[in-house]
């Protein structure tokens, strides 16, 4: 199983990006998704969370609410993260991370990517 984030980059204060992670590989059934960011010297911070399977419900955390949004694409196993309003303090790498199980039988596990460099910044 393999998450694949893209879409980071060099922003300026107050613009967007839409970040994407694609899981892949044998995939019994995903049921939830989320992204992270980590700053140097800092916690991670959970960003935003969906579930995967019936409703999409979605979580965000305080610093992002109203500013973000994540939605998702059962079809391809592909979440996403569109980024409004940016701030330099976001800068940080943001993972996504999924639970999953493999198989019909297998226990649910924990993937994540290797993460994307967001860059606010003018």
């Known amino acids: 199983v393999r998450l694949v984030e893209s879409g980071g980059g060099l922003v300026q204060p107050g613009g967007s990006l839409r970040l994407s992670c694609a899981a892949s590989?044998?995939?019994?059934?995903?049921?939830?998704m989320a992204w992270y960011r980590h700053c140097p010297g800092k916690e991670r911070e959970l960003v935003a969370t969906?579930?995967?399977?019936?409703?999409?419900?979605?979580r965000y955390g305080n610093s992002v609410q109203g500013r973000f949004t994540i939605s998702r694409d059962n079809a391809t196993n592909t979440v996403y993260l569109q980024m409004n309003s940016l701030k330099p303090e976001e800068t940080a790498v943001y993972s996504c991370t999924a639970e999953l199980r493999r198989t019909q039988v297998s226990g649910l596990s924990h993937y994540w990517g290797q993460g994307t460099q967001v860059t606010v910044s003018a």
């Open positions: 590989g044998s995939i019994f059934r995903i049921y939830f």
């Open positions: 969906i579930s995967t399977s019936g409703d999409a419900v979605t």
